[in-house]
């Protein structure tokens, strides 16, 4: 049976292996891809990829406060998200803000 540090030892060479196997048949592989998608003229939308369009998210509305902590004024909530300690569990009626 190996020691422990053996089987570490052993690992980290496979991975080093496997690395170098990987990025031997990337380009082999990537190649064959697009060669088979000509052939059968599948596109990238077929594959449910955008192309063109940024993955970034929308930025972030921001929400008007709804309600406030009347102990502390200063402490508002939107009512959305994690609800605060100072209103947890509370009926909301006696913090909403009245515009």
Do not use: H
Not at 33 to 45: D, F, L, N, S, V
């Amino acid at each position: 049976m190996s020691s422990y540090q053996e089987l570490i030892s052993q690992r980290e060479k496979l991975d080093q292996q496997i690395e170098t196997a990987k990025a031997a048949e990337f380009d082999a592989v990537v190649n064959d891809i697009k060669r088979k998608m000509q052939i059968y003229g599948i596109t990238c939308a077929d594959l449910g990829i955008q192309l063109g369009k940024s993955n970034k998210l929308r930025p972030r509305v921001r929400v008007e406060p709804k309600y406030y902590n009347p102990a502390n004024p200063e402490e508002k909530w939107s009512g959305r998200g994690k609800e605060p300690k100072w209103i947890a569990g509370r009926n909301r009626t006696p913090f909403l803000i009245r515009k």
